[in-house]
Nanobody, 124 residues
């Protein structure tokens, strides 16, 4: 069993900052890529930031220069530092991780895991 637990969401004024955290726990062999997604009411879930196991990052233009993703492999944790927040950043933010688990007998599987979501609300 693997769980992703997010924290750090909340209410902030436009121009403010928040830092999200997501920690993976359970029978983990290896955490591969990790990322953050968000979903606003009536909209599709969209990628906010991703980071590979080697530390390469990717951002959409909408958050580039304002958001920074990082990870602490020793703590199985990924972070999202969000600066210069805008009302349009308001959404439910989800942590995502591609995790390799061992099934026994030398067999391993890659699974895509999601956190439960943390709400970010930016007031104007």
């Amino acid at each position: 069993q693997v769980q992703l637990v997010e924290s750090g969401g909340g209410l902030v004024q436009a121009g403010g900052s928040l830092r999200l955290s997501c920690t993976a726990s359970g029978t983990i062999f290896r955490i591969n890529a990790m990322g953050w997604y968000r979903q606003a009411p009536g909209k599709k879930r969209e990628l906010v930031a991703s980071i590979t196991s080697g530390g390469s990052t990717n951002y959409p233009d909408s958050v580039k220069g304002r958001f920074t993703i990082s990870r602490d492999n020793a703590k199985n944790t990924v972070y999202l530092q969000m600066n210069s927040l805008k009302p349009e950043d308001t959404a439910l933010y989800y942590c995502n991780a591609d995790i390799t688990v061992l099934a026994g007998g030398g067999v391993s599987y890659d699974y895509d895991y999601w956190g439960q979501g943390t709400q970010v609300t930016v007031s104007s």
